[in-house]
Every structure is written in structure tokens, then in C-alpha cells.
């Protein structure tokens, strides 16, 4: 608030890169309207394969006020009619969007919020701001520290995200529908394998099954692209395999999950893990 920037260079407004119905979420947070999301510029990591880069990295995007704020929920809810409010990649943001949201929920305007991010946060800020949190679609992306170090300039990745999904399962539960666009709590994990690094996918799996929580809907993602700095720093600089791709679903399936989507190697078509087709390309900016 007094000018001054951290690791991720977010200042006191909300920056936004862009804002609207989104279909390429997972379908129960898809309707006939789409996700309205919000794509905060900044992130609280630094993915040297990001592709969204430009405003991840380099905070393109517009700096907007707390009331444009409110008005882009509404448009998102009143005008779009979208099935929540997606909120991606919004933590540096948190006290600017409760207070956007708050004129419309005291005139009774209100979607569920969907917390969309890389999972990498400290469970006081999850419980901190609870009340932006309906639906968490959240990342596991690493179960070994030194990659994500060396990858995402995250420090204690593993630990901070295995604490963020427990409280966020322990809070929210699982997705409480399957029914396109019509989820209103609960929790999705995604799993980006990525190449040279899909044995940590698998961990995490085995982990979340550990924990017993095989309940929860997991989103297996094959559409890793090398991309930005990844395209100097080996294996980053490659695809996923045929080979990494199928060792993590079938993982999944090994391990009892047997809610959520595998994506589809190539994501050229995907379905979910009881094998029904589902449209391709689902999947999260960051
Ligand atoms: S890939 Fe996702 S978590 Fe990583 S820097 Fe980009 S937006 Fe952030």
C-alpha cells in the first residue's frame, strides 16, 4: 500500500490481463455460459515454462480500480450469466477482491468463487480469505523441492501445497456435482506432468491417496507446451511422452481415483476416468 513490490511485483490495485466466459475449465464449472474468469496479472511463481508469461512474468495487463472490479463480477454474473466467478491466479489481489465483491453480495449477486491457482500458498492466507473460496482448482505441480526451485522459484512447494490441500479438502470436500456448470463447492486437483518430472505427478498421487483422499476430482493434464525460458533449460525444453503421460493416468486409476478427467494424450480428445468423453483442451492458465 505504500508503493513498495515483493517477489511478484503486484501493487495496491488489481492488475487484470483479461476477463470473460471461459469453456475450457473442467465441465461441472462450465455451463451454458461458460466460467467467469478474471485473470489476474502477477502470480506467486515464477514457471520458467509459463504461458502466460506476458502478463504472469511481465504484468501485462490494466491496473483497475476496486469498483471496476465490482462491475466486471457483475457483467460476469448478471450480463454473462456464468456459472461462477473464476478467479485465476488471484492471491497477490485477495483484500482488493473481497472489498469488490461485497456491494454485490450485500444486493444479493452472488456465484460461487472458484480459487484458481498453483497451490502454492500458506494455509492463513486459504483461511484468511475462506469467503473467496467455494470451489479450489488447484495445481500439485511438484513433490520434490529442488525442481520446483529450480523451476518455479518456489521454495517449500511441497510442503506449503500438501498443507494447502489438505485444509482446502478438510474445508470444502469433494466437488459436490458432476452436472456441467452447476458445481458450487468443493475441490479439483490438477496434475500438469510434466517432461522428465512425471514421476513427481505420481507421488503426489500416491500422496493424496495416502491421505484418503481419493474422493476428490483430479485432472490429469497433458497439454504441457516448452515454452519462454523453458525452451533453454532441458527437459523443460521438450513435450510430455506418450509414455510419461500414461504412466501418471494410469496412476490415477491404480491408486482408486476414479472422479475427475485424464485429458487425452496430445489433448486431442479427453475423457474421464471412467472413460466417458469429455471436450478436449480443459485446462487452466496457470
Ligand atoms: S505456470 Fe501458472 S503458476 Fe507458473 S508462473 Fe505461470 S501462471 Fe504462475
Not at 185 to 202: C, D, K, T, W
Amino acid at each position: 500500500m505504500e508503493g513498495e513490490t515483493g517477489f511478484c511485483r503486484a501493487g495496491a490495485l488489481p492488475r487484470v490481463f483479461r476477463w470473460g466466459p471461459h469453456f475450457g475449465e473442467e465441465p461441472p464449472l462450465v455451463g451454458a455460459n461458460g466460467s467467469g474468469c478474471v485473470f489476474f496479472s502477477r502470480c506467486t511463481m515464477k514457471c520458467l515454462y509459463c504461458q502466460n508469461s506476458p502478463w504472469s512474468w511481465k504484468g501485462g495487463g490494466e491496473d483497475i480500480s476496486v469498483p471496476r472490479l465490482t462491475e466486471i463480477l457483475r457483467e460476469l454474473a448478471v450480463k454473462d450469466g456464468c456459472s461462477n466467478w473464476n478467479l485465476v491466479s488471484p492471491t497477490p489481489y485477495l483484500p482488493a477482491i473481497r472489498e469488490a465483491a461485497a456491494p454485490l453480495l450485500a444486493e444479493g449477486i452472488r456465484l460461487p468463487f472458484v480459487w484458481n491457482s498453483s497451490g502454492y500458498e500458506r494455509v492463513e492466507t486459504l483461511a484468511g480469505y475462506r469467503d473467496l473460496c467455494d470451489i479450489a482448482l488447484i495445481d500439485m505441480r511438484y513433490a520434490d523441492d529442488a525442481t520446483a526451485r529450480a523451476t518455479s522459484a518456489a521454495p517449500g512447494y511441497v510442503e506449503a501445497n500438501r498443507a494447502a490441500v489438505r485444509y482446502l479438502h478438510d474445508e470444502l470436500g469433494p466437488l459436490d456435482s458432476d452436472v456441467p456448470g452447476s458445481a458450487t463447492r468443493g475441490v479439483i486437483v490438477r496434475l500438469l506432468v510434466l517432461p522428465g518430472h512425471a514421476e513427481e505427478a505420481v507421488e503426489n498421487l500416491a500422496w493424496l491417496a495416502g491421505e484418503g483422499f481419493t474422493d476428490l476430482h483430479v485432472a490429469v493434464m497433458s497439454q504441457y507446451t516448452p515454452v519462454y525460458k523453458a525452451l533453454e533449460t532441458p527437459p523443460f525444453d521438450r513435450a510430455v511422452t506418450e509414455d510419461e503421460y500414461n504412466l501418471v493416468a494410469e496412476a490415477a486409476a491404480d491408486f482408486g481415483f476414479d472422479r475427475g478427467w485424464v485429458q487425452g494424450f496430445e489433448a486431442s480428445g479427453a475423457s474421464n476416468l471412467l472413460g466417458e468423453a469429455m471436450p478436449a483442451g480443459h485446462g487452466r492458465v496457470g
